[in-house]
């Protein structure tokens, strides 16, 4: 019921905090947070030479479940997002069936609490089945316990049933997310479409594919006067459009995933299909353009996308595998290590955008933040140890990681939930 941490390098964007601190949790919340707190027979947690970060939210998460338990359970994708460090994932509606009624939102938060591990938020369509013919109840979703909405995997391909979902999320107060693609200009494509396409006599998926619609977006969240959410940002045009919007005070927020800062389409001569995502690994002009928003703060948040096959999907030829990267337990190593400890980004920026940001985007109480009366949600963060990505390790059901191999310097040291451990590096 009691736990302290001592002596940990406490970073919490919210307050602008940065200081060494101790951290005494009581029953599930932050009970007190000073510079020295004195406390026998409780639980210490030594957290000397580590962060202390308020705990990390992937915001887009695919757990597959109901429907593909073969590729991933709420069980196996919460173990995974523990030991990634995250402590709230919010898991997308492209399951079987989709999640657009409240049996099947209410049915993942039964299972989510079954497991007693991290916190999981269902994001529920915003079409029934995604199909963009008819909106979902989002009011009794909402009352099932979804906190956004999002036909990901899929777009939003009617603007008039986009348009009614922005009308009707703003008395609800939550986010529309939009997967941005138009289906006609991506047709067939398997990979961005350029001079490596050409070159490795692959079909080619457009920017102006997912650009068209985040164009669309923009302006219909304009004349709705409410928020949009853009899943995946991909392409210099689509930031473009993203920092016209702000500068005219648009309501339009993004997320970027480390695989596409990261990885480029030249890496697809290889043709390993667990480069094969959508939207596409874009080139080398785009990540730079990608990276530009991050450190100007034009990206609101960090994002996997955590998209787990199993390993005969993805054991077929390029064409026909299936779009997706397995990436709980790798993106926080990733980020720290090629961006945060070659001092790219601080950390402050680090966790705002994998905790602070996440959690104001889903209206999350009690989550990104560290402060007295707050959930005792914490990720600690080792800065100096190293990691080498072995997906024969993962916690997650799937394997498809490009980044096999890999030396990472940063993981997550402990990941705390609710004042509990629910996962520790330690021995």
Not at 160 to 180: F, G, T, V, W
Not at 256 to 285: A, C, F
Request: with cysteine.
């Amino acid at each position: 019921m009691k736990c302290l941490i001592k002596n940990g390098r406490v970073i919490d964007p919210a307050s602008g905090t940065d200081d060494t601190l101790d951290i005494l949790i009581e029953k599930g919340k932050i009970a007190e947070i000073k510079s020295r707190i004195e406390s026998s027979n409780i639980r210490t947690i030594d957290a000397s030479r580590l962060v202390v970060a308020p705990g990390l939210i992937d915001m887009h998460t695919h757990l597959r479940e109901p429907g593909r338990e073969d590729k991933e359970t709420i069980l196996t994708g919460s173990r995974a997002a523990a030991k990634g460090g995250f402590t709230s994932i919010a898991c997308m509606p492209n399951t079987y069936p989709v999640n657009d009624n409240a049996g099947v939102t209410r049915y993942i938060l039964t299972e989510a609490r079954k497991t007693n591990l991290v916190n999981v938020f269902p994001i529920a369509a915003v079409s029934k089945n995604s199909e963009s013919r008819e909106l979902t109840d989002m009011a009794d979703l909402v009352r099932a316990g979804a906190v956004a909405f999002s036909d990901d995997g899929l777009p939003v391909a009617d603007s008039q049933i986009m348009r009614r979902a922005l009308e009707y999320s703003k008395p609800l107060n939550k986010l529309i997310i939009d997967h941005c693609e138009d289906m006609s200009l991506s047709a067939n494509g398997v990979m961005h479409e350029g001079f490596y396409s050409t070159l490795f006599g692959l079909n080619g998926i457009p920017s102006s594919s997912e650009e068209v619609l985040v164009a669309r977006d923009i302006i219909l969240a304009e004349k709705a006067e409410t928020s949009v959410h853009i899943a995946h940002i991909s392409t210099k045009g689509s930031v473009y459009l993203l920092r016209r919007a702000r500068e005219k005070g648009i309501r339009v927020s993004a997320e970027v995933t480390p695989h596409h800062l990261l990885l480029d389409d030249s890496l697809l001569e290889t043709y390993n299909t667990n480069l094969k995502v959508k939207p596409p690994l874009r080139n080398k002009e785009d990540m730079a353009a990608l990276l530009e928003a991050v450190k100007e703060g034009l990206i609101d948040a960090f994002a996997t996308d955590h998209a787990p096959h199993t390993p005969d999907e993805k054991n077929v030829e390029f064409d026909n595998a299936p779009f997706g990267i397995n990436g709980l337990e790798t993106a926080v190593s990733l980020l720290l290590d090629k961006f945060v400890t070659k001092n790219i980004l601080s950390l402050e920026d680090f966790i705002r955008m994998f905790s602070t940001n996440p959690a104001r985007l889903l209206r999350l109480e009690g989550k990104g933040e560290i402060k007295k009366g707050a959930d005792a949600d914490l990720t600690l963060l080792n800065l100096r140890k190293e990691i080498l990505v072995d997906p024969n390790k993962f916690e997650s059901k799937s394997r498809n990681t490009p980044f096999t191999g890999w030396k990472l310097k940063g993981r997550p040291e402990m990941t705390i939930v609710g004042g509990r451990i629910v996962y520790s590096a330690r021995p």
